[in-house]
């Protein structure tokens, strides 16, 4: 039998509301007194806690719309399809949920003003509960290639690029930059750092979301990124436990086998995990992955008590708060039914579960298991003190809301504008250049076609590259021109860009995951042959180099982001040195034993 929790009155939010739930959570001078005591008061909130409010602790769930309680009607419909409900609010009256998670394409993030605004009405509803418990409200900032909150919001270089520029200091500031600018909109837990070891350059799923391929070096910019969220007052959130570097399969889509020996994942997987405890990382998120070493059963790590419980908890002796990747995911879907997964997630040891692709039929699992007594509440509870520590260590029972003036004191300012551009810069990194072509000047090489893929925007408020590129050339005082050619281009453009580059004085190819058989070499090939000088910017994965052959000079950006791509562009022209360093190794395609380009490879400007 199926349950529903019955919806709570619609009651006014009180102050005396909000008064008694920062009341339940103030402390006193001694950290070990100040725990036990807290912890006392956090017991009693959970034991005045229905059943029902209990299992929605422990969800984190998307909702359509700008706004808590007015979304557009397509938003509506969309939540009314998916999750039973209108509103966000609703959600939240409903099920209980204690966490909210943001996304572009959920028309969550139009602007940081509009953010705000729907967190306080996500919290408004949350503090209106019988209970009133505030929602912590997390997204994927990562920065690079995966981000949600997009301009006039400070977009900073992703971590591959940050492991170029090779920089703890810059990686702790860009991470303080990017929890600032989210706890300003009530954005207060963050899918970031990756902490995985990408030691597979066929990766579909990591690449450049991690740091690079050497355990140690990723370890310390872990330890960077969240220590400079969490002095920000941003729940850091290292992923995914216990490595995602080493796979071929996307789990989004597919269930992905690490073959790793245990010898092996201490030393390659491990590092950076160890470093994000040390460095007192707030929560840890688990991977959809079969690792057979570590759980012979082949579980995903989600489900598997031997890797969250034995190995992350006992082992590595953390007692942090632990997320699941989203449930909505393959990999987590291919061996369980949607109704058995959450129950087996808390029985490995999780403590908040995202994003399940049917709410209703999760929240109801959990329930159900509880009310037969293959869960117990007491699991629930250990589960609900975790997660409402967090919520206390974040302020958030003192202070659920934000506030116009802190979005605008805070948000996309010039300040963070200019530390974004100077980390940027120190990223680029300079593959080749032939017969030291580069730097260019608008004197020498003031023609420019730029041609090349233009993928969708992170954010959504980016690009497209090939303009972005142009632009900025333009801006350092050369002619350029964009041409998009695409990730996968046609004959037919192809012969568009070879005729564009005629009388032009450089050609600069803007290349995206090249593959063997990519189009994209044909383009670089053609327009080679065409005897006008070619460069290439990789913006993606910096691996495309060992695909290509005949330009005079490669570049890697690492993203194609309007700061990471405008860096490239001052360090072609000369206005910047390229300083990046390759934080991962670039092998032969046909023989990977060879090593093209060694991780610490990049060229300098000798003038």
């Known amino acids: 039998m199926h349950h529903r929790a019955p919806a709570p009155s619609r009651r006014t939010l009180l102050t005396v509301t909000a008064a ?32 029902e409010e209990k299992v929605g602790q422990l969800f984190v769930m998307r909702v359509y719309g700008h706004s808590a309680t007015a979304p557009d009607q397509t938003d509506i419909d969309a939540n009314l399809a998916e999750i039973g409900v209108r509103t ?24 940081p003003q509009q953010i705000a605004a729907l967190s306080n009405g996500i919290q408004q509803a949350a503090l209106g509960q019988p209970t009133p418990v505030p929602v912590l409200i997390s997204t994927d900032q990562e920065h690079g290639i995966v981000c949600r909150v997009g301009k006039p919001a400070t977009l900073l270089p992703g971590a591959m690029a940050l492991g170029a520029g090779g920089s703890h200091a810059d990686a702790r500031k860009a991470a303080q930059i990017a929890g600032e600018e989210l706890a300003a909109v009530g954005i207060r837990q963050n899918y970031a750092p990756v902490a995985d070891v990408n030691v597979n350059p066929a990766n579909p799923v990591i690449g450049v979301r991690s740091f690079g391929s050497d355990p140690q070096a990723v370890a310390g910019l872990v330890a960077a990124q969240v220590k400079g969220y969490q002095r920000a007052g941003v729940a850091a959130t290292s992923k995914h436990f216990p490595g995602h570097g080493d796979t ?151 202070q659920a809301y934000t506030t116009r ?34 730097p260019l000047s608008p004197a020498s090489h003031g023609s420019v076609l730029v041609v090349g893929a233009d993928p969708a925007s992170p954010s959504g408020t980016t690009g497209p590259p090939t303009t972005t590129l142009a632009t900025a050339l333009t801006e350092l005082g050369f002619t350029a021109t964009a041409l998009s050619t695409g990730i996968t281009p046609t004959a037919a453009k192809i012969e568009e860009a070879v005729a564009a580059a005629a009388g032009k004085d450089v050609v600069l190819v803007g290349t995206y995951n090249v593959s063997a058989t990519s189009p994209q070499r044909t383009l670089v090939a053609r327009l080679v042959a065409t005897g006008v000088p070619v460069v290439t910017v990789a913006i993606r994965n910096p691996y495309d180099v060992a695909r290509l052959g005949g330009q005079r000079a490669a570049l890697a950006a690492y993203s194609w982001t309007d700061v990471e791509l405008r860096a490239a562009v001052r360090v072609l022209a000369g206005r910047a040195r390229p300083r990046g360093r390759l934080p991962v190794p670039v092998q032969d395609t046909t023989d990977p034993t060879k090593v093209l380009y060694p991780v610490g490879h990049g060229l300098s400007y000798d003038r």
């Open 20 to 51: 008694a739930a920062a009341a339940a959570v103030t402390g006193v001078t001694s950290p070990v007194a100040h725990a036990e005591t807290n912890d006392r008061k956090l017991r009693r909130i959970i034991d005045r806690m229905s059943l």
């Open 88 to 111: 966000a609010a609703e959600l939240v009256e409903r099920y209980h949920v204690g966490g909210i998670i943001y996304f572009s394409w959920a028309h969550n993030t139009r602007d």
């Open 248 to 398: 071929a399969v996307d789990s989004h889509y597919g269930l992905p086998t690490i073959t790793h020996t245990r010898e092996q994942w201490a030393q390659l997987d491990a590092p950076p995990f160890r470093s994000a405890i040390a460095a007192g990382i707030d929560s840890i998120m688990t991977a959809h992955i079969v690792v057979p070493a570590l759980d012979p059963t082949e579980d995903p790590a989600t489900l598997s008590r031997p890797i969250l419980t034995g190995i992350l908890r006992e082992q590595l002796g953390y007692d942090g708060v632990v997320v699941t990747d989203s449930l909505g995911m393959e990999g987590v879907r291919t061996k369980y039914g949607d109704e058995r997964v959450p129950v087996l997630a808390l029985k490995a040891g999780v403590d908040q579960l995202l994003n399940p692709p049917k709410l209703d039929v999760a929240w109801n699992a959990v329930l159900k298991a509880v009310e037969n007594g293959e869960l117990t509440e007491a699991r629930l509870d250990e589960s609900i003190l975790r997660i409402l520590r967090l919520k206390t260590k974040l302020g958030l029972f003192r």
């Open 405 to 438: 003036a802190g979005v605008d004191r805070i948000v996309g300012t010039e300040a963070h504008l200019a530390h974004a551009d100077r980390i940027a810069e120190a990223t680029t990194t300079l593959l080749l250049n032939e017969d030291g072509f580069l």
